[in-house]
């Protein structure tokens, strides 16, 4: 092992050693080296959404830094290791609408195809236009449309494989200073609007963050309920008769949104709360955030373990209480 502590390069600050780390400067340059390189690679950019075990990595660790914006031909093309909120900012300065309700999101720009980031009412499932992939297996770069990509609900075919490695995102976004249409009623509520009604870019995005930053879920180093891979369970999607067995169990419906298939997605935070969990619940040195049941958090000097730990209680009571197991939402290196 090269004795590199990866905690360093993810937002829980937890991680053991890699057994060599490099830092790529370009997408093409990471290909290069994951090309080049012996056994196991892993690659890594902004890490914020992923739980490196206490024994590290045995392999390769590619750190891709690079980054890099160019629009041209109705479309705007980011590059995987563009820091993302710096990207969303740009979008609302150049009058581009489509993913100013994605602010205050931490990691890469190629991380977000692969978990199908959302927030707000958007996902970037609505403005990916193409993504561009090497594919390891066949070592070609070919575009993928979104079709390919099958995104869903935090999904797609990249989650989970280490076959794909996404390049750059191609965005189609509209040329307007209003937002889209606010779908999210705790957003619409903050700007003192309607579900449906659009507001001035900036607004959304300066709505957004506040938001956000009341949850914790903006990067600070000085504050722990931060240390985290933001929401760390993926609010589960049911079966119309389990959500009437949960609501049985429950006493009552807990707060749900219709999903795809005459399914029903229902909120995480909600059961977590309602298993027991209360806010800045403590294992050790890892501990529910102080602001938000949904992040799992490093208080300071926790392990993979120790987190991973609290993260089997909570959805382990929250299965025993209510029929319903909560999936995480971070990629997990063993």
């Given at each position: 092992m090269s004795g590199k502590a990866l905690s360093e390069y993810t937002t829980l600050r937890v991680g053991g050693p890699a057994r060599e780390l490099v830092e790529a400067a370009s997408s093409q340059e990471a290909v290069a080296v994951l090309r080049a390189a012996s056994g196991p690679t892993l690659l890594l950019a902004g890490g914020s959404n992923v739980v490196i075990g206490d024994a590290g990595f045995d392999g390769t660790v590619v750190v891709l830094r690079g980054g890099g914006i160019v629009r041209r031909d109705g479309v705007v093309r980011v590059e995987a290791g563009q820091v993302w909120d710096?990207?969303?900012?740009?979008?609302?300065?150049?009058?581009?609408?489509?993913?100013?309700?994605?602010?205050?999101?931490?990691?890469?720009?190629g991380a977000t195809p692969i978990q199908n980031v959302g927030a707000y009412g958007q996902e970037v499932a609505q403005t990916i236009a193409?993504?561009?992939?090497?594919?390891?297996?066949?070592d070609e770069v070919r575009d993928w449309s979104p079709a390919e990509c099958g995104f869903a609900y935090r999904r797609s075919v990249f989650k989970h494989s280490s076959r794909f490695v996404v390049l750059s995102v191609d965005f189609a976004l509209t040329e307007s200073g209003l937002s889209g249409p606010i779908a999210y009623a705790e957003l619409a509520k903050r700007l003192d609007v309607e579900v449906g009604d659009r507001v001035p870019l900036a607004a959304a995005r300066a709505a957004v963050v506040e938001l956000r930053r009341g949850k914790g879920m903006v990067l600070d180093a000085g504050d722990h309920d931060t240390w985290s891979a933001g929401s760390f369970f993926t609010n589960p999607v049911i079966e119309q008769a389990v959500f009437h067995e949960l609501t049985e169990r429950a006493g009552g419906e807990p707060p749900h949104w219709p999903a795809d298939q005459g399914r029903v997605k229902v909120s995480a935070a909600w059961l977590i709360g309602a298993a027991g969990f209360a806010k800045g619940y403590?294992?050790?040195?890892?501990?529910?955030?102080?602001?938000?049941?949904?992040?799992?958090?490093?208080?300071?000097?926790?392990?993979?373990?120790?987190?991973l730990g609290?993260?089997?209680?909570?959805?382990?009571?929250?299965?025993?209480?209510f029929g319903v197991r909560l999936h995480p939402e971070p990629v997990m290196v063993a």
């Open positions: 710096e990207f969303v900012a740009w979008t609302v300065a150049e009058g581009l609408s489509g993913v100013e309700c994605l602010s205050g999101i931490p990691g890469s720009a193409s993504v561009r992939v090497w594919d390891r297996e066949a403590r294992r050790g040195n890892a501990g529910l955030s102080t602001k938000h049941t949904l992040a799992l958090t490093n208080r300071g000097g926790a392990s993979a373990s120790e987190l609290l993260a089997d209680e909570v959805a382990g009571e929250v299965e025993a209480k």
